[in-house]
T-cell receptor, first 113, second 114 residues
């Protein structure tokens, strides 16, 4: 988990509320990623960013938004349009060339009240 | 299309016995293959990767994996299992020169029985 921090560890969302998950890295990596983990489904890619001020949708982007204003930071907002947000959210980072090993943060568990 | 399959949801092994966690992949070009381990309520930890060269890759905590191109497999192995190896294991593939998107398997839960 070293080098990538995620906060908070647990987050509670009320119906109709937007919430933002924080991800910060000090590994000087260009690329950052957000995954959603549900039991028995492995990891699914929500958004990724290969460089500051640029990001692409992954397989399940609907109901989520991101920004990449700084190299170190890649916050994820879970909007009210995401009807089933309860999951474990993982942030990762990597270099942008070669074999690109991804390194993960400790995760944020989002629960709906 | 790229994909990864982990055919076993659950693997049980006795402490001290060898363990194997299976992974097969599908890519059009050359694969980069990875194994990660996840402990409860934690992020994924990188164990090892195959890029090119020697088909037997050694990684952290005594784990190793064997790349088999003809069988499109990348099974994770350890000669002697420890109770502390009990965790969720993920295989992932990245196709060379196709960008940054990993494809993960659904995970295999390993239980080492004392």
């Amino acid at each position: 988990d070293g080098g990538i921090t995620q906060s908070p560890k647990y987050l509670f969302r009320k119906e109709g509320q937007n919430v933002t998950l924080s991800c910060e890295q000090n590994l000087n990596h260009d690329a950052m990623y957000w995954y959603r983990q549900d039991p028995g489904q492995g990891l699914r890619l929500i958004y990724y960013s290969q460089i500051v001020n640029d990001f692409q949708k992954g397989d399940i982007a609907e109901g989520y938004s991101v920004s990449r204003e700084k190299k170190e930071s890649f916050p994820l907002t879970v909007t009210s349009a995401q009807k089933n947000p309860t999951a474990f959210y993982l942030c990762a980072s990597s270099i942008s060339s070669g074999a690109k090993t991804q390194y993960f943060g400790p995760g944020t568990r989002l629960l709906v009240l | 299309a790229q994909s990864v399959a982990q055919p076993e949801d659950q693997v049980n092994v006795a402490e001290g016995n060898p363990l194997t966690v299976k992974c097969t992949y599908s890519v059009s070009g050359n694969p980069y293959l990875f194994w990660y381990v996840q402990y409860p309520n934690r992020g994924l930890q990188f164990l090892l990767k195959y890029i090119t060269g020697d088909n037997l890759v050694k990684g952290s905590y005594g784990f190793e994996a064997e790349f088999n191109k003809s069988q499109t497999s990348f099974h994770l192995k350890k000669p002697s299992a420890l109770v502390s190896d009990s965790a969720l294991y993920f295989c992932a593939v990245l196709e060379e020169n196709t960008g940054n998107q990993f494809y993960f398997g659904t995970g295999t839960s390993l239980t080492v029985i004392p």
